[in-house]
C-alpha cells in the first residue's frame, strides 16, 4: 500500500475483524498483450453483517470488477497485484484453489445481470435446486425439501410446478427469482448482485427488490449490491460507494449522498438524471463532459480531474486528500469548499405552441399475429393522434404491445385491415414497401440498441451518405456534402465518418443512428428505448440532442420507454400500454398528476427513484398474461388493486374522457380512482 | 441549435475512446492484430508451410523435381534409396518426382472447384435465410435431398455420363458442394437478417438485392473464407478419388489419385512405395488445408 491516498481510506474507514466484506487498497490490473493495465487503483470499503452497500459509477469504472474480485472470479489476464480481499475474515487473495472453490460453496454467492445465462437451459429447474443443497452435504431427500422451501422463499407461489420447468419456461423475473433461491442456498455471509434487475420491467424490478430486503433481514448476510440505476442503490442500499475509474471517490450514507453529494462527479452524475419532474420545455440535461479514461490510463492525482469543472492545478498537481463531511461520509477532493461553483444545467424556456395539426392518425389499428395457428392479438382497435413537433411517449411494460405498434405504424408489420393509418390526412399502405418515398422519407425509427442497428461492415460515412441518398434522392456530390451538414448538426466530428461501429462508443453509436434517422427530414422519428443501453451522462446527451432536433425541426416524436423519468422529461402527451390496448392517454401533466388509471397508478408507484420512494406502493403479482389467451372484461382485471368483481371480469370497460384529451379506459367512477405522489422532491 | 444553447464544452463532440483516433490505421492495426493471433497458432505454421510447399510443386512443375516425372525411366520398381528417395513405380519413373509433379493438376482443380461452391453457395444461402417462408422451404428439402446421397456417387455418375474432362470434374464437385455451403450461409444469414439495420435498410426502401448483397454479404464474409478453406480441402479428396475411380484426371498424368489407382495392385507383391508416398500426399495436403481453416475460424471468432 504504497499510494498515500489508500492509507487515507483506511483512516476514514477502520476496519473491524467481524467485517462480512473487507476490500483493502485493492490495485488490479488486466494483461492485455503482456502488459497490465490498471483497472482498480486501491479500492478500499468495509460492509457489516447485514449490510447492502450499493457501488455506483458509469460503465467501465470498475465496479463489476470489484464485485468478482470479492470473490475472485477474475479471467486468466486479472491479477490484483496489492492490497487484500476478506470475506467473515477470510483472505480471498491466497486461498488455494481447493479453498476458493469451498469458500464460494458455503460463504458467499453471486447473482448476475442476465439470469438466463446463469441457468443451464437443458436441466429442469429442481435438478439445478437440488444441486445447490446436495453441494452442501444434504441427502437427496432433504435437498429436494429444502429446495421447495427455497423457492418458496422467493414467493414462487407454486414451486413444485415449477421445479418440472425448463428455465425457458420461466419469464425472466421467475429465473431471476430462482438464481437468487440458489444464492442464498448457503446461508451465505456475503451476497454479491451484479445488475440483478437491468433487464426487467419496472414492476418485476420492484418485486425482485422487495424479495431481496425482506430475505436480508432474515438472513442476516451482507449485500454487495452493483447497479447503474442510483434509484435502485438508493431504495436497497444502506451505504453507498461511487466509483470513477477504479477508485471509489466518495462514501457515505446512501440518502445523505445522493441528497447532498459532496464529490464533482457524483454531483454530475445525479445532475444527469431528469429529476423532480423535469421537463425539456424548462431546462436541458446537465452532462459530464468527456468520457471515461481508458484502463490502464496513467491517472497520478485526482483520477476525475479531466472532466472535472472545478479542476485546477491544484488537483493536476496533487492527490486529493479525504475530506470528512459527516458521519462516515467522506469525499476525495481537494475543492469540497468550492462545490457550489459546479455548473447548473441551462434552464430555458421554451414556449410550447399547443399545436394541433395532426401529422399521424390512427383509427382503430389492429395487429393480430398467428401463432401455430392460433390468433393472438397484438394490438387491439388503437386510436392515436400525433401532432406536429409534438412527443408521444409510450409506456407498458414488455409484451404490453409498444414494440409492435410502433412496427405497424412504419409498416414493418402490416396491420389488419380494417384500421386506418393517416399521414397528413391520407392513408397509408399496410407494408412498409408499398408506401410511396415521401412517405417512407416522412417515418424513420431510432433503434434501442445501436450496436445491432448500424451495419458494422459499412463506415458512419456509407451508412449517411446512403440513407441520404436512397431517401431524398440527391446525387452523389450533394449527398456528400450533407453528410457533413448533418455529422455537424448531430455534433460528430468529421474523423468520425470514416470509423466503422465498432470503433465508436455506445453514445457515439446512437447518435450515428440519430443522424440516419433523420437523413431525409423525416416528419416523424419513432424512437424505441433509444438510451436504455446507455449510462446516465451519455443518455442525458442524447435526450438534449433529441429535444434540440426537435425544437428546431419541428419533428414529432413517438417515445417508447420504460423510464419514466426520461418520459416525463421529453413527452409532451403520454399513452399507457397494456395488453395491446391503450388504457390511459393524456398530457404528461395529467398522467403522472393523476387520478391515474389503476395500471399507470401501479407503474408509476413501482419506480425506484434517486429521489426517494413514493408514498405509497401499489405491488402488481403475476405476470401480464398472455395476449393469445386475454382476460375477459378489462384485460387489466387479473392483476387489478381495484378490481369490481362481477364487472371487470364480465364487461369491457368504457373510455371516459375526464378532461378534455385524458382518456381513461375504467369502470371505476372518477372519485375512486388513485393519485400517486410522484418525483415532487 | 438556436434552442437549448448550453456551453458548447458541455455539448462538444463527444471524444471517442481513447487517444487520437486513425480510422484507417485502426482498421490496418486490427488486421495486424489478427495476422499476429494467427501466427501464434503452430497449427496455422504448419499448415501453412505444408501449402507452400505444395504450391511451389504445382508452379514449378517438372523445373524443380530431381528427375522428368515423365520420361525419365530407369529400373523399375526400386526401393527407396539416395538415388531415388521414394523409389521408382512399375515404368522406373521417379516417385518423388512424380509425387511433387502430381500437386499440378490438384491444386488448380480444388481450389476452382471451392470458388464457385462458395459463390453458389453463398447466393442460394443467402436467398434463403433473407426470405425465409416457402422460398426457403422449398430450397431447404432439395438441399436435404441431394446431402442425403454420398458425394462420390453423383460426381461418378455425372463423370461418366458427361465424360471425364478437367472442366466437367470442376463443375461437378462445385454443384456437389454448393448445397453444403448453403446450408451454412443461410444460418449465418438468418441471424444477420434479424439485426436492425435489416430493418432500417428496408424502412428506407431498399430492394432485396441490396440488403442481401451490401448490407448482409459483407457480414457473412468471415464465414464465407472459413468455408472456402474448408471445402477446398473436401475438394482435393474428392478429385482425387474420382482420379482413383478413374472418373477424373486421366493419364499419363502424375496425379495422386490416378497414380494410387495405378499401383495399388503392386502393395500385394510389396511394392508400397509407389502407393504410399502420393496416399501421403494427399492426406498431407487435405490436413494442410483444414489446419489452415480451423486457425482462420479460431482467431476469427476470438
Same mark, same amino acid.
Given at each position: 500500500?504504497? =499510494? ?91 486461498? %488455494? ?43 437427496? =431427500? ?257 409484451? %404490453? ?281 | ?85 521414394? #523409389? ?40 434463403? #435465410? ?91 464474409? #468471415? ?80
Amino acid at each position: 500500500m504504497s =499510494d498515500p491516498t489508500t492509507a487515507g481510506d483506511g483512516a476514514v474507514a477502520t476496519a473491524t475483524a467481524n467485517d462480512a466484506l473487507a476490500v483493502e487498497g485493492v490495485e488490479l490490473a488486466y494483461r492485455v498483450r503482456g502488459i497490465p493495465r490498471e483497472v482498480l487503483r486501491g479500492v478500499t470499503f468495509h460492509v457489516r453483517p447485514g449490510e447492502a452497500y450499493g457501488l455506483v459509477g458509469e460503465s467501465g469504472c470498475g465496479k463489476s470488477t470489484t464485485a468478482y474480485a470479492a470473490l475472485r472470479y477474475l479471467p486468466s489476464n486479472g491479477v490484483i497485484t496489492s492490497g487484500r480481499i476478506l470475506v467473515a475474515g477470510q483472505d480471498v487473495t491466497d486461498m %488455494s484453489e481447493r479453498q476458493l472453490r469451498n469458500f464460494r460453496a458455503r460463504e458467499a454467492s453471486m447473482v448476475y445481470q442476465d439470469p438466463g445465462s446463469a441457468l443451464n437451459p437443458t436441466l429442469k429447474i429442481s435438478s439445478q435446486v437440488i444441486e445447490a443443497f446436495t453441494i452442501l452435504g444434504h441427502d437427496k =431427500d432433504e435437498a429436494s425439501d429444502r429446495a421447495l422451501d427455497a423457492l418458496r422463499r422467493v414467493r414462487i407461489a407454486d414451486p413444485e410446478k415449477v421445479m418440472h420447468r425448463y428455465p425457458h419456461q420461466l419469464s425472466g423475473g421467475m429465473q431471476q427469482r430462482v438464481v437468487i433461491a440458489m444464492a442464498l442456498a448457503c446461508d451465505p455471509q456475503l451476497l454479491v448482485l451484479d445488475e440483478p434487475t437491468t433487464g426487467l420491467d419496472a414492476t418485476v424490478e420492484a418485486e425482485v427488490l422487495d424479495i431481496v430486503r425482506s430475505l436480508r433481514h432474515e438472513m442476516n448476510a451482507a449485500i454487495l449490491l452493483i447497479a447503474h440505476n442510483l434509484g435502485v442503490i438508493r431504495s436497497m442500499c444502506d451505504r453507498v460507494g461511487v466509483m470513477y475509474a477504479g477508485r471509489i471517490v466518495e462514501e457515505g450514507d446512501a440518502i445523505e449522498v445522493f441528497e447532498e453529494p459532496k464529490h464533482p462527479y457524483t454531483i454530475g452524475l445525479l445532475q444527469c438524471l431528469p429529476r423532480h419532474g423535469a421537463r425539456k420545455t424548462e431546462q436541458a440535461l446537465f452532462t459530464i463532459p468527456g468520457t471515461l479514461p481508458q484502463i490502464g490510463t496513467s491517472l497520478p492525482t485526482c483520477v476525475y480531474v479531466d472532466r472535472c469543472a472545478l479542476a485546477d492545478d491544484l488537483c493536476r498537481n496533487e492527490v486529493p486528500p479525504v475530506v470528512e463531511v459527516g458521519a462516515g461520509h467522506w469525499t476525495r477532493c481537494h475543492h469540497v469548499d468550492r462545490l457550489d461553483e459546479m455548473p447548473e444545467p441551462t434552464v430555458q424556456v421554451v414556449q410550447h405552441e399547443g399545436r394541433t395539426d395532426v401529422v399521424l392518425e390512427l383509427s382503430g389499428v389492429s395487429k393480430t399475429f398467428r401463432v401455430h395457428g392460433h390468433d393472438v392479438p397484438a394490438l387491439v382497435g388503437i386510436d392515436l393522434g400525433l401532432a406536429d413537433g409534438e412527443t408521444l411517449g409510450l409506456v407498458g411494460e414488455s409484451g %404490453s404491445g409498444k414494440s409492435t405498434l410502433a412496427k405497424s405504424m412504419l409498416g414493418i408489420y402490416p396491420a389488419d385491415p380494417g384500421g386506418e393509418i393517416k399521414l397528413d390526412h391520407v392513408v397509408l399502405a399496410g407494408k412498409a414497401a408499398d408506401r410511396p418515398t415521401a412517405a417512407m422519407r416522412a417515418m424513420q425509427m431510432v433503434f434501442q440498441n445501436p450496436d445491432s442497428a448500424l451495419n458494422r461492415a459499412w463506415t458512419v460515412r456509407r451508412i449517411l451518405r446512403r440513407a441520404i441518398r436512397k431517401l431524398t434522392g440527391v446525387g452523389k456530390a450533394e449527398a456528400d456534402r450533407r453528410v457533413e451538414e448533418l455529422a455537424e448538426g448531430l455534433r460528430l466530428s468529421p474523423r468520425h465518418l470514416d470509423m466503422r461501429p465498432r470503433q465508436l462508443s455506445g453514445g457515439l453509436k446512437q447518435r450515428v443512428a440519430i443522424a440516419r434517422a433523420f437523413a431525409g427530414d423525416p416528419r416523424i422519428v419513432i424512437c424505441d428505448e433509444p438510451t436504455s443501453a446507455l449510462d446516465v451522462s451519455v443518455q442525458a446527451a442524447i435526450l438534449n440532442l433529441l429535444a434540440d432536433l426537435q425544437f428546431d425541426k419541428s419533428t414529432s416524436y413517438l417515445f417508447i420507454s420504460h423510464d419514466l423519468g426520461v418520459v416525463r422529461y421529453l413527452a409532451d402527451r403520454i399513452a399507457v400500454m397494456y395488453l395491446g390496448l391503450i388504457q390511459e392517454v393524456g398530457t404528461t401533466d395529467q398522467v403522472f398528476g393523476g387520478p391515474h388509471h389503476p395500471y399507470t397508478e401501479a407503474l408509476l408507484s413501482a419506480v425506484p427513484s434517486v429521489d426517494g420512494e413514493p408514498s405509497e406502493r401499489i405491488r402488481l403479482t403475476g405476470e401480464i398474461p398472455s395476449p393469445a389467451n386475454p382476460p375477459s372484461g378489462c384485460v387489466f382485471h387479473t392483476r387489478c388493486h381495484r378490481f369490481i368483481e362481477g364487472t371487470c371480469d364480465v364487461i369491457e370497460p368504457p373510455v371516459v374522457e375526464l378532461e378534455p384529451g385524458h382518456l381513461i379506459r375504467c369502470h371505476l367512477p372518477v372519485d375512486e380512482l388513485g393519485k400517486v405522489e410522484v418525483g415532487t422532491g | 441549435m438556436s434552442v437549448g444553447s448550453v456551453d458548447p464544452q458541455v455539448l462538444g463532440p463527444e471524444p471517442a475512446a481513447g487517444p487520437v483516433f486513425d480510422a484507417r490505421g485502426e482498421r490496418r492495426l486490427a488486421s495486424r492484430e489478427r495476422l499476429r493471433l494467427l501466427l501464434r497458432r503452430p497449427g496455422f505454421i504448419v499448415g501453412s508451410l505444408i501449402l507452400l510447399f505444395w504450391l511451389t510443386c504445382a508452379v514449378g512443375g517438372d523445373n524443380i523435381t530431381p528427375l522428368d516425372p515423365l520420361n525419365d525411366f530407369d529400373v523399375s520398381l526400386q526401393p527407396p534409396s539416395a538415388d531415388h528417395l521414394f #523409389g521408382t513405380d512399375q515404368l522406373g519413373r521417379d516417385v518423388l518426382s512424380r509425387v511433387m509433379a502430381g500437386a499440378r493438376d490438384v491444386l488448380i482443380a480444388a481450389p476452382i472447384a471451392a470458388v464457385l461452391s462458395v459463390a453458389m453457395g453463398a447466393m442460394l444461402g443467402t436467398i434463403m #435465410g433473407y426470405y425465409r417462408g416457402w422460398v426457403d422451404e422449398v430450397l431447404s428439402r432439395i438441399i436435404e435431398a441431394f446431402l442425403s446421397i454420398p458425394v462420390v456417387l453423383i460426381a461418378l455418375l455425372i463423370v461418366s455420363a458427361l465424360g471425364a474432362s478437367g472442366v466437367i470434374v470442376i463443375g461437378t464437385v462445385a454443384v456437389l458442394f454448393t448445397p453444403i455451403v448453403a446450408r451454412t450461409v443461410r444460418a449465418a444469414t438468418l441471424a444477420e437478417a434479424q439485426l436492425d439495420y435489416v430493418t432500417a435498410a428496408r424502412l428506407r426502401g431498399e430492394s432485396g438485392l441490396f440488403v442481401m448483397t451490401r448490407e448482409i454479404l459483407p457480414n457473412v464474409s #468471415g464465414t464465407l473464407i472459413v468455408e472456402f478453406t474448408v471445402r477446398v480441402g473436401y475438394a482435393v479428396f474428392t478429385i482425387s478419388t474420382l482420379s482413383f475411380l478413374g472418373a477424373g484426371i486421366q493419364p499419363p498424368s502424375p496425379d495422386w489419385g490416378l497414380t494410387i489407382s495405378d499401383t495399388y495392385r503392386l502393395i500385394q507383391a510389396s511394392f508400397w512405395w509407389p502407393t504410399l508416398f502420393p496416399a501421403l500426399a494427399i492426406a498431407s495436403l487435405v490436413i494442410a488445408t483444414n489446419l489452415v481453416a480451423d486457425s482462420i475460424d479460431t482467431v476469427r471468432q476470438a
